[in-house]
């Protein structure tokens, strides 16, 4: 089993920034990639980001490229989201999740029902 642990959320500024940071532990790390997704209140759960574990190819939706970047640390089996000019429509809880199967289509990276492992979540609230 792999256990997901968000950190770093919080309240911030439209403008802001904010890095989130996902732990993975547990049996030896073997995931293909991993991915952030984030839900806000009465909404659907939508990609954000994702990582390929070996290679470290990024896949983002649209409406964070040029303003979030994706990275894993291998040593420590960690992976970060460095988020930059927040706007208030980012006010969500932001999951990390990780999945066993390489894709090779964004539209498969972006499905979450394919990743098997997720976090518990971290709130993020951009204030306007």
């Known amino acids: 089993q792999v256990q997901l642990v968000e950190s770093g959320g919080g309240l911030v500024q439209a403008g802001g920034s904010l890095k989130l940071s996902c732990a993975a532990s547990?049996?030896?790390?073997?995931?293909?990639?991993m991915g952030w997704f984030r839900q806000a209140p009465g909404k659907e759960r939508e990609f954000v980001a994702v990582?390929?574990?070996?290679?470290?190819?990024?896949h983002f939706s649209d409406f964070v490229k040029a303003r979030f970047s994706i990275s894993r640390d291998s040593a420590k089996n960690t992976m970060y989201l460095q988020m930059n000019s927040l706007k208030p429509e980012g006010t969500a809880v932001y999951y990390c999740?990780?999945?066993?199967?390489?894709?090779?289509?964004?539209?498969?990276?972006?499905?979450?029902?394919?990743?098997?492992?997720w976090g518990q979540g971290t709130q993020v609230t951009v204030s306007s």
């Open positions: 999740a990780a999945r066993s199967r390489m894709a090779y289509s964004f539209k498969d990276f972006a499905s979450y029902k394919d990743y098997g492992y």
């Open positions: 990582v390929t574990w070996i290679g470290g190819n990024t």
């Open positions: 547990g049996r030896a790390f073997t995931e293909a990639a």
